[in-house]
């Protein structure tokens, strides 16, 4: 089983202990993780980064930075020094990328297009310092039903307009099949992004009805669901990207899965709906 490019997701495995997750990545093949800030919260950065690389692996991503949104100063100037904190840290664990999850509409006020503007004035602020770092923020837009509580950016395009008006080459995109696959933009926006330099990363995960009581929890494994990822894969290589494919699953059965069982799938329905692809 060829699990090439291949990168587990931490949250994926959100329920299964931080050393089991590593070595059960290293039992299928797999050579990359995307870690979450909580684990470096739960061991300190410098640990984490030496348990990763005595495990022979590597980190595709952290998550995540942003909320962004906040319209009083104070929230607006704490939210700019934790994703400083971030920045560091994913220099820290030798990740080429932050993903950043920009934070949904500010409640004081419901000013969405006042919430977009704050996401890109902080962006603008921040990338230059990671860019000193040599770390790169991945816009991450999410689907539209997230739009009140998690991110006021849903497209592509939204994403990529905020990173280009950084006027950094540190500010890009990533693509999460789950957020994007219903956008009838999405080709010439992946084109768009890979063409300004700015598509920094891909996650795969399924799209599941009947929607979990928590929607973000509808994540599933590839095939599960309703997304053409062959499709979408090929959109994405046909602009040369040739970098880490991450598997982001939310989703209480998987959670409940055996790590090792769950691993298998995913290497399988990778190999089987993803790698011929890319």
């Known amino acids: 089983m060829s699990t090439q490019r291949l990168s587990l997701n931490r949250w994926t495995f959100r329920t299964t202990p931080l050393q089991e997750f590593l070595e059960t990545t290293v039992s299928h093949g797999i050579d990359a993780v995307g870690l979450w800030r909580q684990d470096v919260a739960e061991v300190g950065a410098d640990a984490l980064r030496r348990r990763v690389d005595d495990a022979g692996l590597r980190v595709s991503s952290l998550c995540r930075g942003g909320f962004l949104t906040a319209s009083a100063e104070a929230d607006r100037a704490a939210a700019l020094e934790d994703n400083r904190r971030a920045i560091e840290e994913t220099a820290a664990l030798g990740a080429p990328t932050l993903v950043l999850v920009v934070g949904g509409v500010d409640r004081e006020d419901k000013d969405l297009v006042g919430a977009r503007s704050r996401v890109a004035e902080a962006i603008a602020e921040l990338a230059p310092y990671a860019a000193e770092r040599g770390v790169t923020l991945s816009i991450e837009p999410l689907h539209p039903m997230f739009a009140a509580d998690r991110a006021v950016v849903s497209t592509l395009d939204q994403a990529l307009d905020i990173a280009e008006a950084s006027g950094s080459p540190a500010a890009g995109v990533v693509v999460d099949t789950y957020h994007v696959w219903w956008d009838p933009c999405l080709e010439r926006a992946i084109q768009r992004a890979a063409a300004a330099g700015r598509l920094f990363s891909y996650q795969v995960c399924d799209w599941n009805l009947p929607l979990a009581a928590e929607p973000l929890h ?14 979408i894969t090929r959109m994405v290589a046909a602009t040369g990207y040739t970098g880490d494919i991450e598997v982001e699953i939310f989703n209480e059965d998987v959670w409940a899965t055996p790590a090792d069982e769950a691993a298998r799938i995913i290497a399988e329905r990778y190999e089987q709906l993803v790698l011929p692809h890319a």
């Open 218 to 231: 509808s994540r599933g494994y590839m095939g599960d669901g309703y997304i053409d990822f062959p499709s």
